[in-house]
């Protein structure tokens, strides 16, 4: 009996050894070759000079916004701001630090509700607002669909109800609330569409994971697929993944490594949010597969990855503290009754041509000291 | 307790004399006549998986190359590690919801801990400490208090949901070391580590299931704690032993997490929580059918993904590929239920 289990266990070693010398480490110095466009035809030369300009606007430095009106914040004592946001991921943690920031700057408390997700949370977070009678709140990427009944309720108490980073700026404002403070998203999935046009000479075979489920990326993908059909329906491809937004880490590695199979000429993988690259990554590896990542936001670890080259580009907003502080500023300007000041969250499309050290001084340099734009208009 | 694997007599229907005491070696492995239909019960998923794999190689041009299967293997490796570990509590009649947040958690105190320039070893080790409190808090309530154990697992991974964000102050832990990377990431015969490992664990586990007393202790314990405890079962150091077990095995599938994403994202844990449960479940209707078994995990996984994915090559969207699973869940699981009504027991409830 102990001699079969003692050859079984010498085979099983050799075999182990055997192996190891067939071992292919995941680290080490393997670099996507840049695409050539010396060989363009006529069509593609076109189309690269057509978005062109587009991508160079987009890459450019972003001037500061900040309020052009003075603010009497003295109408605001003892008042309270909710902050509510769809879930407590980095995005938001790092905004309500700035709001955090803003309110403490103007002598207002501030509560956050962190939603979790769930929309029995968004709408607790409202009613719980309401009752305690908020002065105004911030609502942070939450449909507003699924929260109506609460926001007709805050809309009755008179408060102000923010839709934050929930759709274009050019959208109608849902009913319950009094502004739209976001990106343009539709924009920001065309720059990116041009920007992997150009670099490819208008020859992308791109995949785009996205989820139906969120507005804003479903916006950003048809921003994509537009720029594509408009610009290079012809040599170029796109295919958009739709992701079940409760299983993104599995539903990524599932349906993109299927793709990568389905279609094995994938040279851009274009998740439309920066928190979905660590899913992207060992698809690609396991795939063996050079395709250049893209993602939008901002968020520094995906600033860091393009550093690292990593990952090819993002759009990326100002510091997201930043947008904490623009996202007080209108609220308080609703509670006190003053004018809006109408704020754009601009982007800046950030690729290895202008990233830098990756820190937000070098990509947005006219953010650095932004608060006192802010303390300046309040009088602080 | 007797570790022969002999094959007891038949159970005798005459009494048995006074001077002969009543023994059972519940050691031993029970052998039956061949039945078609036992065996049809037996094999009818794994045949399943395989006319699956046959008619997608004749109808899909990708199912003729090999990298479709790695890639399909590879995206499920880390649900395949999950699986396999809920089946350790899973036999004994419990659960441990707890270990996807174990996962993450872990994941996320080494890559913090190496992020604040702590060695390597010291990292790995926190994090296996952490599995192992894990698992002896859940063992303490469980087994020692008698809470029930989807209540108690279920706060642990909320508990461990909150670690996580803490640990990470809610934000994405990147530059993981190259060390942990190539740990679950480096390809063996076009393979991925984590694949392996995921392989070695259907290999231990299967060998500890069916060739040990403990894998038959555990299945008593699974079928009737009380009798188990009545013919001499330590069920109470069994079960507590299990849930470190299976807090250990969770830590060790955050360590290979880590190194899989490259990268720690705290608010994952939930997406992990009750896949590994669906494949343990399908799994335990095949080969070893009423008893939640390694080999069946992977079979029942595999179908699953082979399925989903011709479901995605032939450009079913997402819910088609939930509806699939979910199905396909309910109907093995009906299946396997009325063939142990008819056997008269079966383990997997």
């Not at chain 2, 009737?224 to 009545?230: D, M, Q």
């Amino acid at each position: 009996m102990k001699l079969p289990k003692l050859a079984a266990g010498l085979a099983l070693a050799a075999g182990v050894t055997l192996v190891l010398a067939a071992c292919t480490p995941a680290t080490g110095g393997t670099s996507a070759a840049s695409t050539s466009t010396a060989d363009l035809t006529a069509a593609q030369t076109a189309c690269v000079a057509a978005v062109k300009a587009d991508v160079t606007a987009a890459s450019a430095d972003t001037a500061l916004v900040a309020p052009t009106a003075p603010l009497d914040l003295s109408a605001l004592s003892g008042k309270t701001v909710w902050f509510i946001t769809v879930t407590m991921n980095q995005f938001s943690t790092d905004m309500a630090t700035g709001v955090q920031a803003a309110a403490d700057a103007a002598g207002v408390k501030l509560t956050t509700y962190d939603g979790q997700g769930q929309a029995n949370r968004f709408n607790e977070g409202i009613e719980q607002a309401v009752a305690q009678g908020a002065g105004g709140i911030i609502l942070v990427g939450i449909d507003p669909s699924v929260v109506s009944a609460s926001l007709a309720d805050a809309a009755a108490a008179g408060i102000p109800v923010q839709n934050n980073l929930n759709g274009d700026p050019s959208d109608a404002v849902p009913t319950g609330m009094y502004d739209n403070l976001t990106s343009d998203f539709t924009k920001d999935g065309e720059t990116e569409a041009k920007w992997a046009l150009i670099d490819s000479g208008c020859k992308a075979d791109m995949v785009s994971l996205y989820s139906s489920s969120v507005a804003v990326w479903q916006k950003m993908f048809d921003g994509a697929q537009s720029v594509f059909t408009k610009y290079c329906a012809t040599d170029c491809k796109l295919t958009g993944l739709n992701v079940d937004i409760a299983n993104v880490s599995t539903d990524i590695g599932s349906q993109l490594g299927t793709a990568l199979q389905k279609d094995q000429n994938v040279d851009y993988v274009y998740p439309v949010w920066d928190s979905a690259v660590p899913f992207v990554s060992p698809v690609l590896a396991a795939a063996n597969s050079k395709a250049k990542i893209m993602s939008r936001d901002g968020l520094q670890v995906n600033l860091d990855a393009i550093v690292a080259g990593t990952q090819t580009m993002t759009v990326a907003m100002p510091p997201t503290a930043w947008i904490g502080w623009a996202a007080f500023d209108d609220v308080a300007r609703k509670m006190t009754g003053a004018a809006s000041q109408n704020y754009v969250i601009p982007t800046r499309l950030i690729d290895p041509s202008n990233i830098g050290d990756g820190t937000a001084a070098t990509l947005f340099p006219n953010y650095t000291g932004y608060e006192s734009a802010f303390t300046t208009a309040w009088g602080k | 307790m007797s570790t022969s694997t002999s094959t007891p007599p038949a159970t005798s229907t005459s009494a048995p004399s006074p001077q002969t005491p009543l023994t059972h070696d519940f050691t031993s492995a029970t052998k039956s006549r061949f039945s078609a239909a036992a065996f049809t019960e037996r094999w009818a998923l794994v045949g399943g998986l395989i006319v699956l794999v046959i008619a997608c190689i004749i109808i899909f041009p990708q199912f003729r190359t090999a990298s479709l299967f790695t890639t399909m293997i590879n995206a499920q490796s880390l649900v395949l590690l999950l699986g396999l570990t809920a089946t350790v509590i899973l036999r004994l009649g419990d659960f441990d919801l707890s270990i996807a947040q174990t996962m993450v958690a872990t994941g996320a105190i080494v890559a913090q801990l190496c992020k604040l320039g702590v060695p390597i070893p010291v990292a790995i080790a926190s994090g296996l400490a952490l599995g192992v409190v894990v698992g002896l808090v859940n063992a303490l309530l469980v087994v020692r208090v008698g809470v029930d154990s989807f209540i108690a697992t279920l706060g642990s991974f909320t508990a461990l949901a909150g670690l996580s964000y803490l640990i990470t102050n809610s934000r994405i832990i990147s530059g993981i070391p190259d060390g942990f990377i190539n740990f679950a990431r480096s390809q063996i015969l076009g393979i991925p580590m984590i694949t392996w490992y995921a392989w070695i664990l259907v290999i231990v586990l299967w060998y500890v299931y069916q060739r040990t007393p403990l894998g038959r202790y555990s299945l008593f314990i699974g079928g009737n704690r009380n009798a188990a405890r009545l013919s001499g079962i330590p069920v109470n150091r069994i079960r507590a032993g299990a849930y470190v077990l299976s807090g250990l095995l969770a830590s060790f599938i955050g360590i290979c997490f880590i190194g899989y994403f490259g990268a720690v994202d705290p608010s994952v844990g939930g997406q992990y929580m009750l896949q590994p449960f669906a494949a343990a479940f399908l799994g335990a209707t095949t080969i070893a059918v009423g008893r939640f078994n390694a080999f069946g995990t992977v079979a029942a996984l595999y179908l699953l993904t082979v399925g989903i994915t011709a479901l995605q090559l032939l450009g079913g969207q997402t819910w088609v590929s939930n509806v699939f699973y979910g199905v396909a869940l309910m109907v093995a699981v009906t299946a396997a239920k009325l063939a142990g009504n008819r056997r008269g027991g079966g383990q997997a409830k």
